[in-house]
């Protein structure tokens, strides 16, 4: 008898340990990023390094600032959903409303298809196709530009916006839609004035989750963007600030001013995410109230 | 144009925009596989499957990034899949505080969020540098560990929701005690969903690159043994895509990989789809 | 009365956070009798069911004062290993809820729970708690198949020999034939009637019907209260209480 209760507490704490690695693993991200990544802000001067328009990690002089990376991430994510959003939310809504059972039988799949396929093969297909095609069509000297890492990240964010917006869409309850039928709306009026909005909340969550994999993409933007330090322009070779911190990690110098604002770079981002993450999940709860 | 025309000719275009974004979506996977396919197929050599690079040679293998991609795999799953079936169980049978289960719960979505390059980062703070794994194997699945850890979180947890309040008040009933009630009876019930679980870890495992890139590396050795293999650095499928597209100019290889990624990835995603309808036979 | 009482609670009361749920019961259950909870819902019969075998332990924020005596012994105490009492006193839920295994495993899963791997003494004890349980006949060809195939009521018989395995003193049934046909039913009722030889047997039912049909004592809860407890017959023929008179003549509830 004895036994047996020991062994069913000492159960109970090992799921515990289980129940606690969450909170610890998220507890050790934020204390290493901000652990690694304040001493360079300090150094640097928050305001310069925020704000500085130029950044020269290698030079005699050495110059950080961010700025261009904080707007090449913005940039690039705004784009990114200009084009992802309606596309991903209109193919929500033919499978969620209006595709034959049959037919959207076959778009799932292949959506879920799209979500699976790694970052890198993205960025393989993005650099042999897209960048020469981009090159060729608006006359450049090279096609590694932010345009080439939008039109990338807009395919990459679909699956997100669809797969949420179809939960939200399917999650309507039917008698909206019948009071709108009841009065004398066709089915796509009723979809989009009723259906729609009433998914609202659900669709504004599928497009904060694919703001955060847009910000938050590493490989293949590095393969297609050009990676130059430049202010964001459309046609210029840009850096965002996850590959600019790829770009530079394997060579600098363990303890320099240079890595360090590395690691105050993925700080940065990392802000950047914890924000999404907290607008997707009042969106969320929002969702789950109505 | 008449009120009732103008309706019609609304409707008209929003249904043409609506079905022409699903045939895009559509169109660009097809595409994407399309050219994928024609440009790597060709490439899938035995003697790429089955060497290593040399460089006197001249030849590329990728047998070490197979390797490396399943050594990976192994050992992150035999680390995340109890922590993460035991968060799960935690969370649905012996919790009781409310506000202990939204902490988590939260934290679990925020590491779902978190992008692979600051996992990359902490991954190479701590495990090769803090504990001192080195550029390693070991340091690439303990970063994977916690990437993963989410997915089998939350999988496990929703099928262990659907497993019935009836079959624990049985077994408690009885007089088992709860771990004896966990043991026999909830787990085997929500084994499909563990095994979900454990299948889209391995997807996201085998596409991962940023995070492996600073804790893992690149290197194409084949160590004599699997433990010599934990303790060095190697690159998996999706590392080696980038240093041979991005780094190296190897298209073709790249190629190749890139059509074996994704048929990995057709083979995961048949293998979730095959799960699910079983699960659905047994109801 | 107490003399052979098997469960005796005093002065029981509990509380679910802030709202009290049983507000002090006195009732002395005697062995080898069928004894009747009835009630309207919501009138805390099954929560004392519960109290009975500590099932309400499962509740989050549940709070118990007073006692409830088993063979004399307070199973409130911190001290008492609740698996061993769940194992005397044993369950039958409202809905059939068999495992998802064979219906031998289903049987044989208390035993084993309780330590007993012996392949011959299980066999033993599977076919009789099967036979007790009347539903030997029906299921001696396919013991291994899985216990969901079973009909509704052969379910809830399965249920019965799978609590009669562990060789309890006590079976505690919480409406065990509300989500039933009439035939099934009328079948428990039958066994219910047989298992009294060797069993105590406590049931809470919605059907007044059924309580009069099979029990010997008969306990009525009202808004968490024992408003009456006596003799079946006594209590139906002649109510004491205005209140049980209302509700056995069906003028509320």
Known sequence: M??????????????????????????????????????????????????????????????????????????????????????????????????????????????????????????????????????KTFDLKSGSCLLSAILVLAIMVLPNIISVSETALRAVPPEYEEASLGLGATWIETVFKVSVPAARSGIAAGIVLGAGRAVGEAMAVMMVAGNVANMPGLFKSVRFLTTAVASEMSYAADGSLQKQALFSIGLVLFVFIMLINWLLNTFLKRGEKQ | MSHSAKRKAKATVLKVLVYGSAFLTVAVLVALLGYIFVRGIPNITWQLLSTKPSVIKDTIGILPNLLNTLYIILLTLIIALPLGVGAAVYLTEYATSKTFIKVVEFTTETLAGIPSIIYGLVGMLVFVQMLGFGSSLLSGSLTLVIMILP??????????????????????????????????????????????????????????????????????????????????????????????????????????????????????????RLVQVKMKQKK | MS?????????????????????GIDIAIPEKKITALIGPSGCGKSTFLKTLNRMNDLVPNVRITGEALFHGKNILDK?????????????????????????????????????????????????????GAAIWDEVKDRLKKSALGLSGGQQQRLCIARALAVQPDVLLMDEPTSALDPGSTLRIEDLMDELKKDYTVVIV?????????????????????????????????????????????????
Request: hydrophobic residues 50%; glycine residues 8%; contains cysteine.
């Open chain 1, 2 to 135: 004895k036994l047996k209760q020991s062994i069913e507490r000492i159960m109970n704490a090992v799921f515990f340990i289980c129940g606690m690695v969450s909170i610890a693993a998220v507890a050790l991200i934020t204390i290493y990023m901000v652990w690694a990544g304040l001493p360079a802000i300090v150094k640097i001067g928050p305001v310069d390094f925020l704000l500085g328009t130029v950044w020269k990690s290698t030079a005699a002089e050495p110059q950080f600032g961010i700025l261009p990376f904080i707007l090449t991430s913005v940039w690039g994510m705004l784009g990114a959903l200009i084009i992802g959003v309606p596309v991903g939310v209109l193919t929500a809504v033919f499978l969620a409303k209006l595709a034959p059972p049959k037919l959207a039988a076959l778009v799932r799949p292949a959506v879920e298809l799209l979500a699976g396929i790694p970052s890198v093969v993205y960025g393989l297909i993005g650099m042999i196709v897209l960048v020469p095609t981009v090159m």
């Open chain 2, 151 to 272: 997915t089998i979180i939350r999988t496990t947890q929703e099928s262990l929701k659907t497993v019935p309040a009836g079959y624990r008040e049985g077994a408690l009933g009885l007089g088992a005690t709860r771990w004896y009630m966990i043991r026999t009876i909830v787990l085997p019930s929500s084994i499909s969903g563990i095994i979900t679980g454990c299948i889209l870890a391995v997807g996201r495992i085998v596409g991962e690159s940023a995070a492996l890139l600073f804790t893992a590396g690149s290197a194409t050795i084949i160590a004599s043994n699997i433990f010599e293999a934990y303790t060095r650095g190697g690159g998996t499928l999706s590392v080696a895509l980038y240093m041979y597209a991005a780094e190296r100019g190897e298209f073709e290889v790249a190629f190749a990989i890139a059509a074996i990624l994704l048929i990995l990835v057709f083979l995961i995603n048949m293998a979730t």
């Open chain 3, 3 to 23: 003399e052979n009482a098997i469960l005796q609670a005093k002065d029981l009361h509990l509380y679910y956070g802030e709202t009290e749920a049983l507000k």
């Open chain 3, 79 to 131: 001290d008492v290993d609740v698996t061993d009492l769940r194992r005397r006193i044993g369950m039958v839920f409202q809905k059939p809820n068999p495992f998802p295994m064979s219906i031998y495993d289903n049987v044989a899963y208390g035993p084993r729970l309780h330590g007993n791997h012996s392949k011959k003494e299980l066999d033993e004890l599977v076919e009789k708690s099967l036979r």
């Open chain 3, 205 to 253: 039912t919605h059907n007044m019907q059924q309580a009069a049909r099979i029990s010997d004592q008969t306990a009525f809860f009202l808004l968490g209260s024992l408003i009456e407890y006596g003799p079946t017959k006594e209590l139906f023929a002649n109510p004491k209480n205005p209140k049980t008179e209302e509700y056995i003549t069906g003028r509320f509830g």
